[in-house]
């Protein structure tokens, strides 16, 4: 013979149980950044802690993720903070390191940089072009396609040809 729930923690823990994949996508819909399965395992450690009964386990079981998935935002950007404050005191301090990693990733990045352009030109015109109006400039391929009297299917191929060289290239600094 089964034995109904009776304490506030046993009734919450079964409503947890049954309610899981609802909670779960309740967590994963208010941060879908965030990790829904830790806020679950900090929603059920906090449950066993509840002493008074609950007249509605399912509102309830809600209100605890909610206050979690916001209890973790609060937590990682005061961790950023401080973290990010520690940084810059070490930058400041004139920490070994430093400074010279931010300029090597300054140099990297302009280098990068240099070798995409390099690459978009060696393709030549239309696709040169095309490609920058497109990817830099925002343009609809069929405004891109009009301007120049082509056919939207040859703006996608030229869009292509891009696609693979700028892939081609990236296969290459690896």
Known sequence: MDAAPTAPTDRLEAAFLDLRPELLA??????????????????????????EPVINPRGYLMRMIYTAVV???????????????????????GEPGSAPAE??????????????????????????SI??????????????????????STVEKHLQKAYVALHRLRGDQA
């Open 131 to 152: 490609f920058r109006r497109y990817r830099f400039g925002g343009e609809p391929q069929r405004q891109i396609a009009a301007d120049l009297g082509f056919a939207l």
């Open 71 to 93: 209890d973790r935002r609060r937590s990682l950007r005061r961790a950023a903070a401080r973290d990010g404050g520690w940084a810059a005191e070490q930058r400041l301090d």
């Open 26 to 51: 309740r967590a994963r819909a208010i941060d879908p950044s965030g990790d829904a399965e830790d806020v679950l395992h900090e929603v059920w450690i906090r449950l066993r802690g509840v002493r």
């Open 103 to 128: 300029a090597e990733r300054s140099l990297i990045a302009r280098q990068t940089l240099e070798r995409v352009d390099a690459c978009l030109r060696d393709l030549g015109e239309p696709t040169n």
